[in-house]
């Protein structure tokens, strides 16, 4: 069975930065793309980002882009997400995900068939 693991999260002051990784396990990595959603207090969950198996397409939110850069590393079946600039608004759980593709990066949950647990990321003003 697949599984996902992530970590990194934590609190930071508006401004800074951290780097979350998702470490999978239980099948082909390179096999899919994966991505990043986050859930804020009182809101559903939105797609953050998404890199395909080769690490060619992504694509982002437009409130991330330019401050955050996912990224992966196949050979450790591990995909980060960069986040530079963080503004209290990014305050979520943020939770990796692996596609049911190998390229396309789709923003609706549907696509995604394997989730983490989350990791809590706090911005304050």
């Known amino acids: 069975q697949v599984k996902l693991v992530e970590s990194g999260g934590g609190l930071v002051q508006a401004g800074g930065s951290l780097r979350l990784s998702c470490v999978a396990s239980?099948?082909?990595?390179?096999?899919?793309?994966m991505g990043w959603f986050r859930q804020a207090p009182g809101k559903g969950r939105e797609f953050v980002a998404g890199?395909?198996?080769?690490?060619?397409?992504?694509d982002y939110t437009n409130s991330v882009k330019g401050r955050f850069t996912i990224s992966r590393d196949n050979a450790k079946a591990t995909v980060y997400l960069q986040m530079n600039s963080l503004k209290p608004e990014d305050t979520a759980v943020y939770y990796c995900?692996?596609?049911?593709?190998?390229?396309?990066?789709?923003?609706?949950?549907?696509?995604?068939?394997?989730w983490g647990r989350g990791t809590q990321v706090t911005v304050s003003s």
């Open positions: 995900a692996a596609s049911i593709y190998a390229e396309a990066v789709i923003h609706g949950e549907g696509a995604w068939t394997v």
């Open positions: 890199l395909g198996g080769s690490g060619i397409s992504t």
């Open positions: 239980g099948r082909t990595f390179s096999d899919n793309v």
